[in-house]
């Protein structure tokens, strides 16, 4: 426990145990072959050996020595013997180890300390600087003494504990002189309860001075973790050094300050009075104070904290004094001015108005700030300093922003007022006029000029709050607005402002005058715009009726069955495309009070609005007088695109059942049928269903035969509702029919889908195996087939070429639907040659069992030359062996017809007599046209591809134009 101490020069040592330990732990360490040797004695070092001593102990081997038992302080001495190798020399080691009563106080506090310095000449230097009224819980001290200080003459009491200075003991009560350095000394005392086992160490940091230390003894800076600092604190001078001042809420109860030292090797101390109830805690270079008293009900309590600055040099000490004042528990919340004593730029001031600027000529180079009203205890700041009376600011040209916050006394409320001061420059410009007026939500009566300055505007009752948007011309130019009650008199409204936007607050029925002032940038006389906002009364009519419209896009539009208590209306003729803009004119029944927006904007005649390309939803809102009852009304107009779609594909969805077709997604010619099916449980009622055209300006129809027969003898039309969809609201059980017409804009092309749409019965089986599936309408079933088994493979010949797929139904209301190589099919279908995927899909009649069998016909392949053979004008035609043809010299054109193998494709191109392209025209059943045919050989090439996309022949026709 001592071995860091030991040193073999030093023979007599101490060990402090506690009451509690028996044996000490003893591990000598020697010169290899030295011979060890322990006695244990009596009664003290030079007493008898006990039975059983000496022992001889091994070189570095843990040795255990029993303690005595004996209750209260007792001692155990041990001797240790080192006989050198050559017994030329023995030395002696003595040990003595005490143990502490078992009674014994744990009190490892000092009672009395001292620390002073004395020359190298022996005469007293800095005289005693721990504090006289010495407090036993602070351990830590610094000091900084002059140059001339060599020594450290220290003074440490506790009579009952054992003391060590430095690690050396130490009597308690004598006086330990310590060599001091140049710079920092540390000295370390330890103080060891009568338990053996408390301890408390203390330090003193002595900083001693270079022969041309530094004299400076200010702070450079003070900050506070509460509170602003106040009474006038300049940096790097003693300037108010004892009249420093900080106020902090009454929840505050502890605060933590961090003083700089203007010389960084000078030493800063914090300290509290005697009795004053406050603790000093140094945390790093910052100190937490706690315990700080609340100001007195009506006497001032403040806590003072000294700040020393000890200079580098050890001379005299600095002194700042800190007060602060910790607010009642009652104090006042209030934090507000009553204006600016002699600040006659401000016309507009309001406690509770936060923001205020003005311009100032270029000649005003200060500007005296005198905050009024403050409450009683509050603190002011303006621009972050503490002021009870005036403060100048100095201006720069350009825009200065000056702060003044007001903290309540209670330190937790505040309020800070921002002052903006425009210096103008020698140049400055005197434009004081607006280029802009908006007014939120209501629209100015007159059209808005620069010169104009008078405008009216009237709001329904239901606004009590007006925002206005003034536009200076000039952006250097300062904006003010007041508002009044009427037109004249000192009967003010509030008014906010937030940005560049004011608020006019609480305005009154009838008429409110707000006053816009315009102050130009050189601090000029400024310019009034008024505006007159009326309020409507509360008596003012509920109704918000339209008694009629006008819409016009290029002509006027007619609106039929007009009624004014219909809110919907859909114009049945497109607009033309050339018309992009449509303008509506609303008429309102109750007069001119209500209020009538387009979209959105407020009207007072009629609006014009844009015509997208599409469908354009056009909303007219009308406000009754009350500002309480309105009605929207809904116009939907189409504009024309600039070309008409020719797309009629559509794409299906249902919210309910497993819905089935082939795709329809774009087609942009010929008439094309889908079928698919939609099959449902029976506890399906009813569903949503939409059909998106790929094209919007397509036309869509949807019909439904209800009857449940699957006759579709009794189709109704259905009509698509607000969210897009069609709702079907009574399905009924068994098959019913759902028909979907998609016709393009430009109704060139007209397509239909038709999906069965089957609805399980009540009671219905959830069987959903076949008998028998066949590949050709019935006539012959796939060999070995099992209800159970539902992968078949199936080979078949070239020819036909077709699958026409047909079940025996296990039930005859299961549902079946065929897919081909993933298309739905319903009649005979075109195989490939090679691998062709049927799925055939049974769905039992509760709707709620589903199996597929899967039948893999392989088609094989036939004879690809034969496939690939061509007939021209119903002749056989041979590769290698143009077909010739002549025409007179007045015919320009060439009719002929071109048959290839079944499955094959056909690409027919040409060339006159001199090698130009020719156009050549499909018709239809396989006729062409050669068109422009010039004098001599003209040359038509037929390009025959078979099934299989490889096997390619080439025939020529030879077209001979007579002269």
Not at 277 to 306: F, Q, W
Not at 659 to 682: E, F, I, P, R, Y
Not at 861 to 886: F, Q, Y
Request: hydrophobic residues 35%; without cysteine; proline residues 3%.
């Amino acid at each position: 426990m001592w071995s860091a101490d030991f040193k073999s020069a030093i023979k007599s040592y101490t060990v402090n145990v506690t009451s509690d330990t028996n044996e000490l732990k003893l591990t000598p360490q020697a010169a290899e072959g030295a011979v060890i040797q322990l006695t244990v004695k009596d009664t003290n070092a030079s007493g008898t050996a006990v039975a059983g001593n000496p022992v001889i102990l091994t070189n570095g081997v843990e040795n255990t020595v029993k303690l005595s038992s004996t209750s209260g302080v007792t001692t155990t001495y041990v001797e240790v013997k080192v006989i050198a190798p050559d017994n030329s020399s023995v030395e002696t080691y003595d040990l003595s180890v005490v143990k502490a009563a078992a009674n014994a106080t744990d009190d490892a506090f000092l009672t009395a300390l001292t620390a002073a310095t004395k020359k190298a000449d022996g005469t007293s230097g800095v005289a005693n600087f721990i504090p006289t009224s010495f407090d036993k819980t602070k351990t830590a001290y610094t000091a900084v003494v002059p140059n001339d200080s060599t020594k450290l003459e220290l003074t440490a009491t506790q009579a009952n504990a054992t003391l060590y200075v430095n690690g050396e003991k130490y009597t308690s009560a004598s006086t330990k002189s310590i060599d001091l350095v140049v710079g920092k000394n540390t000295v370390e005392i330890k103080v060891v309860a009568p338990d053996n086992k408390t301890e408390k160490v203390y330090t003193i940091e002595v900083t001693r001075a270079s022969e041309n230390a530094s004299a400076v003894n200010t702070l450079n800076s003070l900050t506070l973790s509460e509170g602003t600092l106040g009474g006038g604190f300049k940096a790097d001078t003693n300037d108010n050094a004892s009249s420093l001042t900080a106020s902090v809420k009454n929840a505050t109860q502890e605060i933590v300050i961090t003083p700089v030292a203007t010389n960084s090797k000078a030493l800063v101390d914090v300290t509290v009075a005697s009795g004053s109830g406050l603790k000093v805690e140094k945390i790093g270079s910052a100190y937490k104070i706690t315990g700080l008293k609340e100001k007195g009900a009506s006497t001032p309590v403040t806590n003072d904290i000294t700040i020393s600055v000890k200079p580098e040099n050890g001379g005299a000490a600095q002194d700042y004094v800190l007060k602060v004042t910790r607010a009642n528990a009652t104090a006042s919340d209030l934090a507000s001015l009553t204006g600016f004593t002699g600040l006659t730029q401000i016309t507009d001031f309001a406690s509770t108005k936060t923001d205020y600027a003005f311009n100032v000529t270029n000649g005003t180079g200060t500007i005296a700030i005198t905050p009024a009203g403050a409450p009683s205890g509050s603190t002011v700041t303006v621009n972050g300093k503490v002021t009870s009376g005036t403060e100048n600011v100095d201006l720069k040209v350009g825009e200065n922003v000056i702060t003044v916050k007001v903290t309540a006394e209670n330190q937790i409320n505040s309020r800070t007022y921002t002052i903006k001061v425009n210096r103008a420059s020698a140049s400055a410009s005197s434009v004081d006029t607006l280029s802009g007026l908006t007014v939120n939500g209501a629209t100015l009566n007159e059209t808005f000029a620069e010169a104009t300055t008078a405008y009216t505007t009237t709001v329904l009752n239901s606004v009590q709050d007006l925002t206005i948007t003034p536009t200076a011309k000039d952006s250097k130019a300062v904006v003010t607005v007041k508002a009044i009650k009427g037109t004249t008199g000192t009967n003010k409204l509030e008014v906010v402002q937030s940005g560049s936007s004011y608020t006019i607050k609480g305005l009154a029925e009838g008429d409110n005058t707000v006053t816009i002032s315009v102050q130009p940038e050189n601090a000029g006389t400024a310019k009034d715009y008024t505006l007159t906002v009326t309020r409507v009364a509360a008596t003012a009519s509920d109704s918000a009726l339209l008694s009629g419209i006008a819409l016009n896009a290029g002509g006027a539009i007619t609106l039929t069955n007009w009624n004014n208590t219909v809110e919907s209306y859909t114009v049945p003729t497109k607009v033309a495309n050339a018309t992009n803009t449509i303008t509506v004119t609303p008429t309102v029944a109750s007069g001119a009070k209500a209020e009538v927006t387009v979209n959105g904007t407020k009207v007072n005649a009629s609006g014009t609005g844009v015509l997208n390309v599409g469908e354009n939803t056009i909303q007219v809102k009308v406000t009754a007088p009350n500002g309480v009852a309105t009605k929207t009304y809904t116009f939907k107009v189409t504009r024309q695109g600039e070309t008409l779609g020719k797309e009629a594909g559509v794409t299906l969805a249902s919210d309910k059942g497993t819905l089935t077709h082939n795709a329809l997604a774009t087609v942009t010619s010929g008439a094309v049928t889908a079928d698919g099916s939609l099959v449902l449980t029976n506890d399906v009622s009813s569903l949503n269903f939409t059909a998106t055209p790929a094209d919007a300006q397509a036309a869509v129809v949807v019909t439904y035969d209800a009857d449940g027969t699957g006759s579709v003898s009794t189709p109704v039309t259905l009509t698509k509702n607000a969210q897009g969809t069609y709702t079907i609201a009574n399905v009924a059980e068994g098959k019913g029919e759902l028909k979907v017409t998609v016709t393009s804009e430009d109704t060139n092309v007209s397509n239909t889908v038709t999906i069965e749409v089957d609805k399980a019965k009540t009671g219905a089986t959830g069987l959903a195996s076949v008998a028998a599936i066949s590949l050709d309408n019935g006539a012959t079933e796939i060999k070995n087939f099992d209800p159970e088994t539902t992968s078949y493979t199936v080979p078949v010949a070239h020819l036909p070429g077709t699958v026409t797929p047909l079940v025996s139904k296990g039930h005859a209301d299961q549902t079946v639907t065929y897919k081909l190589n993933g298309k739905v099919i319903t009649s005979a279908t075109d195989l490939l040659v090679g691998d062709n995927t049927l799925v055939v899909t049974v769905v039992s009649p509760d709707k709620k069992v589903t199996k597929e069998y899967t039948v893999i016909i392989k088609r094989v392949s036939g004879n690809l030359s034969e496939l690939a053979a061509l007939t021209v004008n119903n002749a056989a035609a041979a590769v290698g062996t143009p077909v010739a043809a002549t025409i007179a010299a007045d015919v320009s054109d060439y009719k002929f017809t071109a048959v290839a193998s079944p499955k094959a494709t056909v690409k027919v191109t040409a060339k006159n007599a001199v090698g130009q392209t020719i156009i050549v025209s499909p018709g239809a059943n396989n006729a062409y046209t050669a068109s422009a045919l010039t004098t001599g050989v003209n040359t038509i090439t037929v390009q025959v591809t078979a099934e299989d996309g490889v096997t390619v022949k080439t025939y020529t026709i030879a077209v001979t134009k007579t002269p």
